[in-house]
């Protein structure tokens, strides 16, 4: 069964970039599309943005300009960006694998999250 | 960016039929699939309906989805302690950039 692992720092100060990364645990990244999702403290599910390995990224409108999404296959992960963070970016981040091999599957594979804190 | 409405609440005793809802517009649900997510007390989402009515392998039918025009609903039944837990719908925005994952705002579901 594979897994997705996030990783990266758990505090980052308003106004640097955010960076977490996605490990693939079988190594099929090549096969299907890959999301990052995020849910701030006690509140619903925002999705980030989306990107199949061969393609282009597909953002957030709300997002779009502060976000970038990169897939590395030689290292079956996928990675976030995220620019010019807020107190509003504090979150638990999850990537999640889409189902099947288009963009309409579902969500069926999520990592266990990872928080990040924006704080001076 | 689109909106997609759900109750912020509900509720219902054991054994019990419980309906969730999902309400959009023409440029997201109404174009587009549904799927709805189960998220336990701090835990991860997962997934429970793809596209429309689809259960994942390992999601017991007790859990059934519909849709109809720009609405879409979640029907629990045999209600479980167990099924305690905030429930999200989520549908794709046929935008000019898109299309772009938009989730309801979500239901928290409590077992009486």
């Known amino acids: 069964q594979v897994q997705l692992q996030e990783s990266g720092p758990g505090l980052v100060k308003p106004s640097e970039t955010l960076s977490l990364t996605c490990t693939v645990s079988?190594?099929?990244?090549?096969?299907?599309?890959w999301n990052w999702v995020r849910q701030p403290p006690g509140k619903g599910l925002e999705w980030i943005g989306y990107m199949y390995y061969s393609g282009r990224p597909n953002y957030n409108p709300s997002l779009k300009g502060r976000v970038t999404i990169s897939v590395d296959t030689s290292k079956s992960q996928f990675s976030l960006k995220m620019s010019s963070v807020t107190a509003a970016d504090t979150a638990i981040y999850y990537c999640?694998?889409?189902?099947?091999?288009?963009?309409?599957?579902?969500?069926?594979?999520w990592g266990q999250g990872t928080t990040v804190t924006v704080s001076s | 960016q689109s909106v997609v409405t759900q109750p912020p609440s509900a509720s219902g005793t054991p054994g019990q039929t419980v309906t969730i809802s999902c309400s959009g517009s023409n440029s997201d649900i109404g174009s587009n699939f549904v799927f709805w997510y189960q998220q336990l007390p701090g835990t991860a989402p997962k997934l429970l309906i793809y596209r429309n009515t689809q259960r994942p392998s390992g999601v017991p039918d007790r859990f059934s989805g519909s849709k109809s025009g720009t609405s879409a609903s979640l029907a629990i039944s045999g209600l479980r302690s167990e099924d305690e837990a905030d429930y999200y719908c989520?549908?794709?925005?046929?935008?000019?950039?898109?299309?772009?994952?938009?989730f309801g705002g979500g239901t928290k579901l409590t077992v009486l």
């Open positions: 079988d190594g099929f990244i090549r096969s299907y599309y």
């Open positions: 999640a694998r889409e189902r099947g091999s288009s963009p309409e599957g579902g969500m069926d594979v």
């Open positions: 989520a549908t794709w925005d046929d935008s000019l950039s898109g299309p772009d994952v938009v």
